[in-house]
């Protein structure tokens, strides 16, 4: 065992010695190996950003246990065939169906309704195209986690009422009172002077889309400024985690009973929750993972075929010392392991500079643009892993070409 474990010792120095007796050469041998490793990561890192980034946005948009049913709901693709069947099959969302679901859904800790329009505003010349005006309950900023950054939200009384007052998103506070406070100031939406009460925190974008061009109003005042026939959002709120998923299923219960659907009936709703909306992000983050982190393998395997070729002159360079080892005794294991040893600490070395690289440039990637990168232990333990492997590799034609020298062949050559 002492034995064994001193011969591993010995290759290991004499890998490196080897290594850095050559070092300019070493580090032309490895610049594909730490290109391959860097590539990997980055991408890696760059996949699991945006991942990340994702599923944050999506909490600051929907907040956390939190369940929507809307006339037609659907995470992913839906053909038009589907489509054209909701559109038939599925009821109208009223006021009536609000009621009830407050009143069925026991483990709900919040249920309230949103119902959206689009409008062009404008407002002291400054104009604002494709706003989001969202009527909602007083209880919306609870079901979403919303963040007021100034003012408040709206109040029971005023959705009761039906008042004239909005809480605005980043972008309106933004464009048509920056440098004001605009809490107390009126905004014209559709002729109705608006008295602003309250401003959302800055939700940022995705896919290029604003998640900040937005205003809420009460859903009464909605209804009186676009009509009352237009469908509602019904959203809901689980207490916790654990009782996320028996909580939307009791909503869904109580609104299949609402509208007397018989057992072997589909639903005529829509039901999605923000842990479909996540896994939907998974699956597309994974789909680009599979697509992309095979070609960037790519790079390391060219990095291996430079390795295999300079052992292979390191084997030439060594024929008398391989001769030499041989006649005092070394087996052909013994130049074998020694060989394979030294390409794979090769390539970990480069894995290793390939990390210090990627970690560089990801820094460099966050410090300079608002794009997410995430380093994770996944990645760096397989590109560690990838680049030794692959020094055994490529390193086992140029090993064994060693092992078969004749010794006293190898003594000739000096």
Partial sequence: MRNTLSFYVDAAKIALQSIFAHKLRALLTLLGIIIGVASVVVVGAAIEGLNVYMVETISKVLGANHFMIARIAHVGDMSQEEWEKMMKRNKRLDWDDLDWLINKCESCKEVGAEAGWRLDLKHDGQDLYGT???????????????????????????????????????????????????????????GLPMTIVGVEGKRGSIFGQSLDNHAYIPLTTFGRMFGRRQS????????????????????????????????????????????????????????????????TFISLVVGGIVVMNIMLVSVTERTFEIGLRKAVGARRRHILMQFLIESSVLCALGGVLGLSLAYGVSSLVRATTPVPMAITVTYVVLSIAVSSVIGMLFGIYPAMKAARLDPITALQKN
Avoid at 134 to 158: P, W
Wanted: glycine share 8%; with cysteine; charged share 25%.
């Fill in 132 to 190: 989001q005006i969202n009527g909602v309950t007083a209880n919306f900023a609870d079901i979403e986690d919303k963040e007021i950054v100034e003012g408040r939200f709206l109040l029971a009384h005023e959705v009761e009422h039906a008042s004239l007052v909005c809480v605005i998103g980043m972008d309106l506070r933004e464009k048509f009172f920056a440098g004001l406070d605009p809490v107390g100031r009126t905004l014209n939406m559709r």
């Fill in 232 to 295: 509602l959002t019904l959203h809901g709120k689980a207490y916790d985690r654990a009782t996320f998923e028996p909580t939307i299923e009791q909503a869904r219960i109580a609104m299949r009973n609402r509208h007397k659907l018989k057992g072997d009936q589909e639903d005529d709703f829509g039901l999605v929750n923000t842990q479909q909306a996540n896994n939907q992000i998974d699956q597309i983050t994974g789909a680009i993972t599979m697509a992309v982190i095979p070609i």
